[in-house]
């Protein structure tokens, strides 16, 4: 009975409850007894507090036994990535020189699941101030893969894409600045999307507009039902757009009849393994087949490195800016040598970038008045050695070598999302699906056909892994 607990849909959930055939107390010690499982294996989590999380259970218990839940997500248990703020935790945000001490008040996005009626019970893992696309650090050491623990989930939502992927959790949160919600929805065969800029409301941060608040489930209707509440305003963001009050779940299934899809294997990156691209013919098969109109195109983004390189590089050198001696050496190697790389990056050297950033994005609204929807493989290449930083430094000498199609569209503030859609040697692979500025309707769509066409129903094999007691 458990184990079929684990795998319910946050939706399938909620519909019990107010049947009344389940209780969020059972739910909750469901995902206690299947993290104590699998997470010696995975170390997805960097903070567990089962006290509030039945309390806030019970309490959820209480509610729908009175018919007067509190959300959408009432009573569902839902893992929140260390890089937003909880009230009454702290946010280490993966690093040793964060304050231990609790945080005062929620980030937005945790503030919208609380109302909803979330159940918070851990913390997930993330390399040290989100830097790069794995989640491995100092503090927290190395998260694993649930198809393979010997590899990487990806990152830097890693920690949250392992626990949905294992059946710890039906959603879990995330951040994009880079690919760190679509990077770990690929290798960890979940479903994650990064809406557009400004459509979650979220706390400023020194990666501005790149970085946007998100989340993983397991399908691509929960992730639509997460997008609902993700997205109600909040006040402290004054760069957010207006509330829309749109049901990202009405029309879900509408497909994607008429639609203009373009399709490049690689954004002008020769990186795509032939395996991958090959991967991602089922995929595209069956948008066809839904009625779109899918051509090949030869777009090349590739002169948009430079651009993201000093960018990234100024951001974290900005969150370690009063770093002293001790400070410093205590840092991931990568992270150290980053911003030490970054000192020597001039004001002007920065705002060209930016310039050449918001030509890329006035490049992207060009190619979107011909095409509705963009595809590309999400990731080139399949999940490699969990703890190192990139598989092959000759080829890949930094994190965004390796991860050339996510990071364009946070340059151009785009909404992508990375949905399942195979196995290349037994991992999973996704293919990543871009939209204009606030099409999350039409990528959603398109996800949820592609979904529908390419689910196999698999689950990670963690039986047969080291320090598993399923």
């Not at 959603?171 to 479903?191: E, K, M, N, Y």
Request: with cysteine; charged share 20%.
């Amino acid at each position: 009975m458990p184990d079929d607990l684990n795998w319910l849909s946050a939706r399938e959930m909620t519909r019990r409850f107010a049947n009344g055939d389940l209780s969020p107390v059972d739910v909750l010690e469901a995902t206690l007894a299947r993290l104590h499982a699998v997470n010696p294996a995975l170390n997805a989590t960097c903070l567990l507090d089962e006290p509030q999380g039945r309390r806030l259970a019970a309490e959820s218990a209480k509610r729908w036994r009175r018919g007067e839940p509190m959300g959408p997500l009432d009573g569902v248990p839902v893992a929140i990535k260390d890089t937003g703020h909880v009230a009454g935790w702290p946010m280490r945000i993966g690093s040793h020189s964060t304050a231990t001490a609790p945080s005062a008040e929620d980030t937005p996005g945790v503030a919208r699941l609380r109302e909803a009626g979330a159940v918070f019970f851990c913390k997930t893992t993330t390399p040290e101030f989100g830097w790069k696309g794995i989640t491995h650090g100092p503090l927290t050491g190395i998260t694993r893969n649930p198809w393979d623990t010997s590899r990487t989930p990806g990152g830097s939502s890693g920690g949250s894409a392992a626990l949905v992927a294992a059946g710890v959790v039906p959603l879990a949160t995330g951040g994009d600045g880079g690919g760190s919600i679509r990077i770990p929805a690929a290798f960890s065969g979940v479903f994650g999307l990064k809406a557009s800029y400004g459509v979650v409301p979220n706390l400023l941060g020194p990666m501005g507009t790149l970085a946007v608040y998100g989340g993983l489930s397991r399908d691509v209707a929960d992730s639509a039902l997460l997008l609902n509440v993700l997205a109600r305003p909040d006040a402290r963001d004054s760069f957010a757009i207006p509330y829309r009050g749109i049901d990202y779940l009405d029309g879900l299934d509408q497909g994607v009849a008429g639609m203009k899809i373009a399709w490049s294997p690689d954004l002008g990156f020769p990186v795509t393994e032939p395996a991958i691209v090959a991967g991602m013919q089922p995929a595209i098969d069956a948008l066809v087949k839904a009625g779109a109109d899918v051509n090949s195109v030869d777009l090349d983004l590739s002169a948009a490195q430079p651009a993201l390189e000093v960018i990234w590089g100024a951001s974290h050198a900005a969150v370690v800016r009063g770093f002293e001696g001790e400070q410093l050496a205590a840092l991931d190697p990568g992270l150290l040598r980053l911003v030490i790389a970054a000192q020597d990056i001039s004001a002007s050297e920065l705002q060209a970038a930016y310039v050449d950033m918001r030509t890329l994005s006035q490049q992207m609204h060009h190619f979107h008045q011909h095409y509705d929807l963009l595809l590309t493989p999400t990731i080139p290449i399949t999940a490699f050695a969990a703890g190192v930083d990139t598989p092959d430094p000759a080829r890949f000498p930094q994190w965004f070598d390796w991860t050339p199609l996510t990071w364009p569209f946070n340059l151009t503030r785009q909404p992508a999302a990375s949905v399942p859609c195979g196995f290349v040697d037994g991992l999973p692979i996704g293919l990543q699906i871009v939209g204009p500025m606030f099409s999350e309707e039409k990528i959603l769509r398109a996800s949820r056909c592609v979904e529908q066409a390419c689910a196999s129903g698999a689950r990670p094999n963690l039986a047969d892994q080291p320090n598993v007691k399923l």
